[in-house]
C-alpha cells in the first residue's frame, strides 16, 4: 500500500533556484495538504486542496504555488527558493475535510535546504 | 485562530513508567483531534483520533482522552519501552485544516 508519496527525499538548492516538489496518492482522498516543519516547531499549513483544479492558501503560503489537476497530484513549486524555506516539507491527504471519523495520511518528507 | 500548546516540550523517563503527555487547544470548535508520533528523519503515524463527541480512545498501552470544553488531551502511555521514544504531536480539525502543537519530545531510557 503506497499511500502518500513524496519525491525527492532530499534536496539541495541555490538561492534563486526553483523546483517542484511532488506528490501523489493512491487512496482517491479528496482533500490534500501541503505543510512545512521547521525545526522544533509544528506543522503549519501552506496550500491545500478540496479537489482537482481547487486549491486554497493556508497559514504560510508566501513563496508557493500549488496545482491539482488530477485527484492523485499535488505538486508544490518554489519559484525563488530564499534561505527562509529550508525547512522539512509533508503532503497529506484525507477523504475529507470535516468529516471527524477521518484521518490525514501524511508522506515520509521532502528535507530541503537552500543554501 | 486556533493556538495548540503541547506541554511539556520535552520528557524523559526510565523503562515500565506510565507516562501522560498533555496538549491543549483555545478554540473549542473542532471536529476531532489526532494524535500523532514522528520519528526522527520520519514522517508523521497517526496514533489516535478522538472525534469531537468522544471523551477518549483507546489503542494498545495508548489511551488518548478529549475535554473539548476545556480545551484539553492527554495521551497516556503505559509500560513506558525505549522503543516509544519519539516526538508526539497533537492536532486538532477545524474548517478543515488541521492545526499542530510543537511536540512533546519523548525519551524512554533503560
Known amino acids: 500500500n503506497a499511500g502518500v508519496t513524496q519525491t525527492p527525499k532530499f534536496r539541495i538548492l541555490k538561492i534563486g533556484q526553483s523546483m517542484t516538489l511532488q506528490c501523489t496518492q493512491d487512496?482517491?482522498?479528496?482533500?490534500m495538504y501541503w505543510y512545512r516543519q521547521d525545526p522544533g516547531m509544528g506543522l503549519k499549513l501552506i496550500y491545500y486542496?478540496?479537489?482537482?483544479?481547487?486549491?486554497d492558501k493556508g497559514e504560510v503560503p508566501n513563496g508557493y504555488n500549488v496545482s491539482r489537476s488530477t485527484t492523485e497530484d499535488f505538486p508544490l513549486r518554489l519559484e525563488l527558493a530564499a534561505p527562509s524555506q529550508t525547512s522539512v516539507y509533508f503532503c497529506?491527504?484525507?477523504?475529507?475535510?470535516?468529516?471527524?471519523?477521518?484521518?490525514?495520511?501524511f508522506g515520509d518528507g521532502t528535507r530541503l535546504s537552500i543554501l | 485562530k486556533q493556538e495548540v500548546t503541547q506541554i511539556p516540550a520535552a520528557l524523559s523517563v526510565p523503562e515500565g513508567e506510565n507516562l501522560v503527555l498533555n496538549c491543549s487547544f483555545t478554540?473549542?470548535?473542532?471536529?476531532?483531534l489526532q494524535w500523532f508520533r514522528q520519528d526522527p528523519g520520519k514522517g508523521l503515524t497517526s496514533l489516535l483520533l478522538?472525534?469531537?463527541?468522544?471523551r477518549e480512545q483507546t489503542s494498545g498501552r495508548l489511551n488518548a482522552s478529549l475535554d473539548k470544553s476545556s480545551g484539553r488531551s492527554t495521551l497516556y502511555i503505559a509500560a513506558s519501552q525505549p522503543g516509544d521514544s519519539a516526538t508526539y504531536l497533537c492536532?486538532?480539525?477545524?474548517?478543515?485544516?488541521?492545526?499542530f502543537g510543537t511536540g512533546t519530545r519523548l525519551q524512554v531510557t533503560l
Open positions: 492536532a486538532v480539525l477545524g474548517a478543515s485544516k488541521l492545526t
Open positions: 487512496m482517491n482522498h479528496n482533500y
Open positions: 478522538i472525534q469531537s463527541s468522544q
Open positions: 497529506a491527504s484525507s477523504y475529507s475535510g470535516t468529516d471527524s471519523n477521518q484521518p490525514q495520511h
Open positions: 478554540d473549542s470548535a473542532i471536529y476531532n
Open positions: 486542496s478540496v479537489g482537482a483544479g481547487i486549491t
